[in-house]
């Protein structure tokens, strides 16, 4: 079951008496775990009804004895257990789950893993409880999931502003939503987000940026790049080398495939590389500006330097250093 699903049921009062919330995508339990704690109850039903437990501080024997206590002037009662997957003995919770309160809610939050689906444990939880089961979002997923982010703000976005926001925040999830709430507040009447709000508002420049400097790339213009790694020098937190290796290791590994593909139908490499048509030009100006064999070369000059920025084979391990080595070599 997704999220968005178990949301819709909240919504609806339509309960279930466990969801068991895991995965290695907080965003998704976070948002299920704070509308059962903030929005199924009312305001003075809670303080009666509602207990939150954190895994490293409670036990199983304490919290299913606050399942199974009976409401108090409401019709249901809310149990939250968060950070579930450092409580101890959390499989003792088997026997509640096997035969619930069907006036207890219990939400258990349990991040960053799963549990073992072999266990019979598991199976009681998927057989009688609503299972979550999360995972990271990949790449190709990001514009699709923030458009319907900002759709559901009531706005548009452009590409660029797109690309420029995705390159920059990556799949924090969280970050994401938070910055377009706070771009929404920002437009007033306006209704489309441009790469000058994205500049304005979340402080990412529209000219000096992980997604200009793939443009530059595109380009093979050497100028341009080196004046962004400039910037990048002397603001280090706009864009460190951590995030701009794999960044552009990710680009060219798909121009890399474009090169296989053997094909110039936009279309057909959207599809193939599971991106956005959009972007798909940039892959084929870059398949004309680099050959395959370049392309492989600067793959491997790609992860040569990742291992450089970390203190592998090498005594020099400054970042702009590195990476005009890397633009300079990549460009020849």
Known sequence: MSAEKILSDFKKKNFK??????????????????YAEHKILAESEASFNLSVFYGKDTDWATVINACRRYPMFSEKQVVII?????????EKLEGYI?????????????????????????????AKGELLSTKKMYDNQLPEWVNAIVYGNGLSISPKALAILIENIGNDLSRIKTEIEKLSVN??????????DIETYIGVSKEYNIFELQDAFVKKNLSKALKIIQYFE???????????????????????????????DERQVATALGINPY???????TVKNYNYNTVEKILLLL?????????????????TALMKEL???SMS
């Open 98 to 126: 096997e035969n619930p309160l069907l006036s207890t809610i219990l939400v258990v939050s349990y991040k960053d893993k799963k549990i073992d689906a072999r266990t019979k444990f598991a199976k009681v939880v998927k």
């Open 17 to 34: 008496p466990v969801y068991w919330l895991e995965g290695e995508e907080p965003f998704f339990i976070d948002e299920v775990v704070e």
């Open 82 to 90: 968060k950070e579930a997957q450092q409580m101890r003995d959390i």
């Open 234 to 264: 002397k603001n280090p937190k706009a864009a460190p080398i951590q995030l701009i290796l794999p960044s552009l290791y990710s680009f060219f590994s798909k121009v890399y495939a474009v090169h296989s593909l053997n094909t110039t």
């Open 327 to 329: 633009i300079v070599k």
């Open 279 to 285: 972007f798909v030009k940039d892959y084929m100006q």
């Open 187 to 196: 437009l007033g009447a306006r209704k489309t987000i441009t790469e000058d």
């Open 303 to 319: 992860h040569h330097y990742n291992l450089k920025s970390v203190g592998i084979n090498t005594i020099n391990n400054d970042d």
